[in-house]
């Protein structure tokens, strides 16, 4: 399989960017973003599956969840008001698997659903600081 490197576009290196070219209006920022997450929380769609097996069903402990189910990664993200966002990750081949790797991709995931909600509320602020 082909590798192709692109350029770097992760919230920090796009930051650094912006400081660099001096562009100092108002915006949100990485910081922003992460200043809103009040709560995180961690799980694979099989251990959702056994909770809604153990919460619904009088003999859930021979139930087994389908196996591709292990390979999905759920973060749930609690932001300061209280609204929740939701990111997840999947893994195509058991074999590469990890737990810490799906949490990381799926809290990015969850993450960048962030950027358009505090640009919206920002963009309010602007328009009626302007008087719009």
């Not at 619904?56 to 189910?69: E, F, G, V």
């Amino acid at each position: 399989m082909m590798h192709i490197n692109s350029p770097r576009t992760d919230d920090d290196s796009v930051e650094q960017e912006i400081r660099s070219k001096g562009l100092n209006a108002p915006r949100i920022t990485p910081q922003d973003v992460e200043a809103t997450i009040a709560s995180e929380a961690y799980f694979t769609a099989a251990e959702g599956f056994m909770g809604h097996a153990w919460a619904t069903m009088a003999d859930s402990r021979s139930i087994k969840p389908p196996a591709p189910l292990e390979l999905v990664t759920i973060c749930v993200l609690t932001l300061r008001n209280g609204y929740t966002i939701v990111g997840t990750s999947a893994c195509a081949a058991p074999e590469n698997f990890d737990a810490a790797i799906g949490r990381k991709i799926s809290r990015q995931n969850a993450t960048q659903q962030i950027w358009p909600l505090l640009g919206y509320v920002l963009k309010n602020v602007l328009a009626f600081s302007a008087g719009k």
